[in-house]
């Protein structure tokens, strides 16, 4: 743990971060494809909230490839993407909210893994903007999803989610 | 028309004239000087005697100011919070608003344990109380605001209650939007990690907050008020968490209806809790 800042960390990703940011940039592009799957059936009254949700997970998925420029990866993540693409279009209206928490809940999880691991500062100050509003996606579909009590809006207990369980 | 050319501003003459009355300007001012001509012992020409300062310590924003900064936030929302609290005014229909008050302290005394643990690790010395500059710049005169202070001659607020929502989410918004601001300056990746698991936290928090104020599906994305033409408080207001000035309007609204504001920003260097501070 640095006590004193000597050194300047690098600001542009590096070799080792670029792996990690790619692996987060094939989950955002799954997750927009996943909001897409999910708008038409998360009820009249959530449609607008899924599908500005969806955007910001695209603008995520924009801006990291940015950063990574031609080491991004073009793909989205199958593994990930299939393995919750049936219960993005199906349950009622709060079923869908709730798997949608679920998901954002991971995302938080996932990105603050990945930010413990970035070196380069361009890339952990992207993140951590990202995290911010997952957070808050995740706070409002709980509500959505009918939750009142406040451990389920502010507990997120989900395990950060790892290339081995979704190789990209 | 006077030509630029034909001008006397710009003749040799007056241009010669200006620049002596400059030379002489200077050997007097050089005169005046503690050693005369020789200007003291820097050499440079000044009028009278200057008193000597004292400078602030040298002070480094290191990780551990960071994380000690942080920690005087979390107090100043526990701080507020209590004050809140003690106003007696979350009662009847407002109860539950009371219980929400009083988990979001409790998150926030979590999270100043967690710091301090973290500072401690580093073999720092931990800040357990309200930062300063932020009591004084904010939470002191938006309470003054809220409950009234005759002494500078303030009114109380009108709307007590929904002004204190509007400072706990601004102050809420303040503390996520300091965790996501130090992620820029920390230089640990591990600490980056631990302070965006809190900041995530208070975003959390300033998201329940903006539904208490604005509530529903309506309330969710950004929107502006059609009467006032300002933006509403939206639970979530952008695509990426902000940093801009976080502005909190409360207390009594002036003949014109608008409420007086505060414009709160994430601490800097001038509000920062170096080594060499403590409380007390």
């Given at each position: 743990?640095?006590?004193?800042?000597?050194?300047?960390?690098?600001?542009?990703?590096?070799?080792?971060?670029?792996?990690?940011?790619?692996?987060?940039?094939?989950?955002?592009?799954?997750?927009?494809d996943l909001y897409a799957l999910a708008t038409p059936k998360a009820g009249k009254d959530n449609?607008?909230?899924?599908?500005?949700?969806?955007?910001?997970?695209?603008?995520?998925?924009?801006?990291?490839?940015?950063?990574?420029?031609?080491?991004?990866?073009?793909?989205?993540?199958?593994?990930?993407?299939?393995?919750?693409?049936?219960?993005?279009?199906?349950?009622?209206?709060?079923?869908?909210a709730a798997t949608f928490q679920a998901l954002e809940n991971g995302f938080v999880a996932t990105?603050?893994?990945?930010?413990?691991?970035?070196?380069?500062?361009?890339?952990?100050?992207?993140?951590?903007?990202?995290?911010?509003?997952?957070?808050?996606?995740?706070?409002?579909?709980?509500?959505?999803?009918?939750?009142?009590?406040?451990?389920?809006?502010?507990?997120?207990?989900?395990?950060?989610?790892?290339?081995?369980?979704?190789?990209? | 028309?006077?030509?630029?050319?034909?001008?006397?501003?710009?003749?040799?003459?007056?241009?010669?004239?200006?620049?002596?009355?400059?030379?002489?300007s200077a050997a007097v001012l050089a005169a005046c000087g503690k050693d005369g001509a020789a200007?003291?012992?820097?050499?440079?020409?000044?009028?009278?005697?200057?008193?000597?300062?004292?400078?602030?310590?040298?002070?480094?924003?290191?990780?551990?100011?960071?994380?000690?900064?942080?920690?005087?936030?979390?107090?100043?929302?526990?701080?507020?919070?209590?004050?809140?609290?003690?106003?007696?005014?979350?009662?009847?229909?407002?109860?539950?608003?009371?219980?929400?008050?009083?988990?979001?302290?409790?998150?926030?005394?979590?999270?100043?344990?967690?710091?301090?643990?973290?500072?401690?690790?580093?073999?720092?010395?931990?800040?357990?109380?309200?930062?300063?500059?932020?009591?004084?710049?904010?939470?002191?005169?938006?309470?003054?605001?809220?409950?009234?202070?005759?002494?500078?001659?303030?009114?109380?607020?009108?709307?007590?209650?929904?002004?204190?929502?509007?400072?706990?989410?601004?102050?809420?918004?303040?503390?996520?939007?300091?965790?996501?601001?130090?992620?820029?300056?920390?230089?640990?990746?591990?600490?980056?990690?631990?302070?965006?698991?809190?900041?995530?936290?208070?975003?959390?928090?300033?998201?329940?907050?903006?539904?208490?104020?604005?509530?529903?599906?309506?309330?969710?994305?950004?929107?502006?008020?059609?009467?006032?033409?300002?933006?509403?408080?939206?639970?979530?207001?952008?695509?990426?968490?902000?940093?801009?000035?976080?502005?909190?309007?409360?207390?009594?609204?002036?003949?014109?209806?608008?409420?007086?504001?505060?414009?709160?920003?994430?601490?800097?260097?001038?509000?920062?809790?170096?080594?060499?501070?403590?409380?007390?």
């Amino acid at each position: 743990m640095a006590e004193t800042n000597t050194t300047a960390p690098p600001k542009q990703p590096t070799s080792g971060d670029i792996a990690t940011l790619g692996f987060a940039l094939g989950l955002e592009r799954s997750m927009t494809d996943l909001y897409a799957l999910a708008t038409p059936k998360a009820g009249k009254d959530n449609e607008a909230v899924f599908a500005a949700f969806g955007e910001h997970h695209k603008a995520y998925s924009q801006a990291l490839a940015g950063l990574l420029g031609r080491n991004a990866p073009t793909s989205r993540n199958e593994a990930f993407y299939d393995a919750f693409a049936g219960a993005a279009r199906s349950g009622s209206a709060a079923e869908i909210a709730a798997t949608f928490q679920a998901l954002e809940n991971g995302f938080v999880a996932t990105h603050l893994s990945v930010l413990g691991s970035l070196k380069g500062t361009n890339g952990a100050e992207l993140i951590a903007s990202i995290i911010a509003i997952e957070a808050r996606h995740a706070t409002v579909l709980g509500a959505l999803a009918g939750k009142k009590g406040l451990d389920d809006l502010l507990t997120n207990s989900a395990e950060a989610l790892s290339p081995e369980t979704y190789p990209a | 028309m006077t030509s630029l050319n034909g001008s006397d501003a710009f003749s040799r003459r007056k241009f010669l004239q200006t620049g002596g009355l400059a030379l002489a300007s200077a050997a007097v001012l050089a005169a005046c000087g503690k050693d005369g001509a020789a200007g003291g012992e820097s050499g440079i020409p000044r009028l009278g005697v200057a008193p000597t300062t004292t400078g602030l310590p040298d002070a480094p924003v290191t990780d551990l100011v960071l994380l000690r900064t942080a920690q005087s936030v979390e107090h100043n929302a526990i701080d507020a919070y209590a004050a809140a609290l003690g106003l007696g005014l979350f009662t009847g229909d407002a109860a539950a608003l009371g219980n929400v008050v009083k988990r979001f302290q409790a998150d926030h005394r979590a999270h100043s344990d967690a710091l301090g643990g973290l500072i401690k690790e580093a073999k720092g010395e931990a800040y357990d109380c309200a930062n300063p500059q932020i009591n004084k710049l904010y939470i002191t005169p938006a309470i003054d605001l809220i409950v009234g202070n005759k002494d500078a001659g303030i009114e109380p607020s009108d709307t007590p209650l929904d002004d204190l929502l509007v400072l706990a989410h601004g102050l809420e918004s303040l503390a996520a939007a300091t965790y996501q601001y130090y992620v820029s300056l920390l230089t640990d990746p591990a600490l980056r990690a631990a302070a965006m698991s809190i900041g995530e936290q208070e975003g959390r928090h300033a998201t329940i907050l903006a539904q208490a104020i604005n509530p529903g599906v309506a309330g969710v994305l950004p929107s502006i008020d059609p009467d006032t033409g300002r933006e509403n408080v939206a639970a979530v207001p952008g695509a990426y968490g902000s940093l801009k000035t976080i502005n909190v309007a409360v207390g009594k609204p002036s003949e014109s209806g608008s409420k007086p504001s505060l414009n709160m920003e994430t601490p800097s260097l001038n509000s920062m809790i170096y080594d060499y501070m403590s409380c007390s």
